[in-house]
């Protein structure tokens, strides 16, 4: 494998349900960022990571929980979501969090919450 | 705060047209500035880069100039194929290094 990957790539949920996205970095990175893309909307940031530590959260509900057990993974744990939530899940990772760094994206997680 | 501001689309053209596509960007200090593309069903790809001022980036037959004197990062392409239909997404990336987006538009190249 190689650049970044996500799992699953559709996700079809409850709203009782209990689900967790999976992004894996082969770039050797040390950043790594969720994002949700809605129809209509410009890219939102979540959560940012850096060296597998939480070092951003814009304001996200806590029925969206990050985890970064290492420098190349992160976890996104969804619970008693709402519809409104349904949207395409993209995790991307940088070199470091300077600006001159790109971000690689993932291939997203098309989440719809029934 | 930052920002980025692109045209309105979609964009609508025929197979070999030139293709401009606006961006401007509101910004303290001196961001970096990014194209990404986006095909149906995919994840966002680089397109190109520019770090400074005067700077160009290109790929793929595709340009875009950092022109500091009028926060514009405008893209072009001279000559667009079918495979060039997709979204793109004008970016800056600040002091704090946070990515921030423009609201994308869609190109629609018809044979």
């Known amino acids: 494998e190689t650049g970044v990957t996500q799992t699953p790539r559709h996700l079809v949920m409850g709203m009782t349900n209990k689900k967790s996205l999976k992004c894996e970095q082969h770039?050797?990175?040390?950043?790594m960022y969720w994002y949700k893309q809605s129809a209509k909307k410009p890219l939102e940031l979540m959560f940012v990571?850096?060296?597998?530590?939480?070092?951003e959260n814009n304001s996200v509900p806590s029925r969206f929980s990050p985890e970064c057990p290492n420098s190349s993974h992160l976890f996104l744990h969804l619970h008693t979501l709402q519809p409104e939530d349904s949207a395409l899940y993209l995790c991307?990772?940088?070199?470091?969090?300077?600006?001159?760094?790109?971000?690689?994206f993932g291939p997203g997680t098309r989440l719809t919450v029934t | 705060g930052d920002s980025v501001t692109q045209m309105e689309g979609p964009v609508t053209l025929s197979e070999e047209a030139f293709l401009t596509i606006n961006c401007t960007y509101t910004?303290?200090?001196?961001?970096?500035l990014f194209w990404y593309v986006q095909y149906p069903g995919e994840g966002l790809q680089l397109l190109l880069k520019?770090?400074?001022?005067?700077d160009k980036g290109s790929n793929k037959g595709f340009e875009a100039t950092y022109r500091k004197e009028t926060t514009s990062f405008h893209l072009e392409k001279g000559s667009v194929q079918v495979s060039d239909s997709a979204v793109y997404f004008c970016?800056?990336?600040?002091?704090?290094?946070?990515?921030?987006f423009g609201q994308g538009t869609t190109l629609q190249v018809k044979p």
């Open positions: 991307a990772s940088s070199q470091d969090r300077s600006r001159v760094y790109e971000q690689y």
């Open positions: 770039l050797g990175h040390n950043a």
């Open positions: 990571y850096s060296l597998e530590e939480r070092v």
């Open positions: 910004a303290t200090g001196y961001p970096s």
């Open positions: 520019a770090t400074k001022a005067d």
């Open positions: 970016a800056l990336s600040g002091d704090t290094g946070k990515l921030i």
